[in-house]
């Protein structure tokens, strides 16, 4: 005799709505118990962020004490790091967004990360390419390259855009003279330029100009006085040369967007923030020095776009508060715990093929109904 099989026309609601509490309970397991992962050289970070805090401490009390009271309106944190609006040796205009993101003792950790990333090793020769427009980025990139015993040659540009290191006593090359002083990096830039258009800083008055010329004599520095941006870049490339002494070297950080450093504004778009390994081809032709260094097989890393930058790395757009060391992506990553979302998922699918493929929920539903309708009977 044939057997004959019940299945039911439809799927119940309430199977339904036993199918979606399953399934939402599972999500908010996997969300709930997630696991937090220690990044990689945690206590070089640590050390670097601590180091940069203390240098951002010693520049503040400098300003405060030297060159002009703080501005909580434009530097909410107190950094003492955000400059002006405007000043005689302003070169250009700034994101005040971008000055104010970078105010930010994290970011030396997120050059340490970008440094193990290019691979460098204790003892490795270093370029850098500063700028007055970021001075905490260039107080990261000098703190972070210390701290892992790296050997820097540094050329400096003296001018900053606005909300950079424009005050006239108090540009980046003053900065460096403290930080060494306080004993924070161990040696400022070997040269520098007054920066800005043609890195002659054109466009401004010739008292800016004077100014920045001063700034560079009283700090001791080389001066790089060329008449065009490509002798600025050959007296650049010599200058490294001539510190290398026949060492290689490991990588070139470029702090900000130099004409001279990094190209024109149809060339800084080509480069994503973070290391770059190869010259992308269609700014060949475009002379930097970024692109020799490229050229050279030498990997650049970029510190611009600092607000992506800074997205990548967890630290906050424009914080109202100097955050403490240690926090953002770049120390520690929250993520899903891979043996627990791999057993949420087969308890899942295991229930689901339960519910509907074997219609236990139909015969739940139906087992349920019965009794119901026995207990009115009675």
Known sequence: ?????????????????????????????????????????????????????????????????????????????????????????????????????TANPNWAAVAVDLLYEAGVRRGDLVAMGVSGSFPALNLAALTAADILGLDVVS???????????????????????????????????VAASMGGTQDRALGILAAGRRRLREAIERNGVTFIDAKQETSSIERRMEIYEEYAAGRRYAVYVNVGGSLVSIGPKSVKRLYRPGLNRRPNPRGVGVDSVMMRFLRDGVPVINLTKVVALAERYGLPVEPTELPMAGSGLVFEKREHNRLLVAGLLLFLLFTLYGLLKLELGARLTALGGRRRQMERMV
């Open 155 to 189: 050329i400096a540009g003296a001018g900053a855009s606005s909300f950079g290191a424009n005050f006239t006593r108090f540009t980046w090359l003053d900065m460096e003279r403290i930080l060494v002083e306080a004993e924070v990096i161990p040696r400022g830039s």
């Open 1 to 101: 005799m044939q057997k004959l099989y019940w299945r039911p026309a439809q799927v119940s609601r309430l199977v339904h709505v036993l199918v979606a509490v399953i399934a939402v309970a599972t999500l908010l397991s996997a969300e709930r118990f997630q696991v937090v992962y220690v990044q990689p050289h945690f206590e070089e970070k640590m050390e670097a962020a601590i180091r940069m805090r203390r240098g951002l401490e010693a520049l503040r009390i400098h300003r405060v004490r030297n060159v002009a009271p703080l501005d909580r309106e434009v530097d909410p944190t107190d950094s003492g790091v955000i400059g002006q609006a405007s000043s005689s040796t302003t070169t250009s205009t700034g994101s005040l967004e971008a000055k104010r993101t």
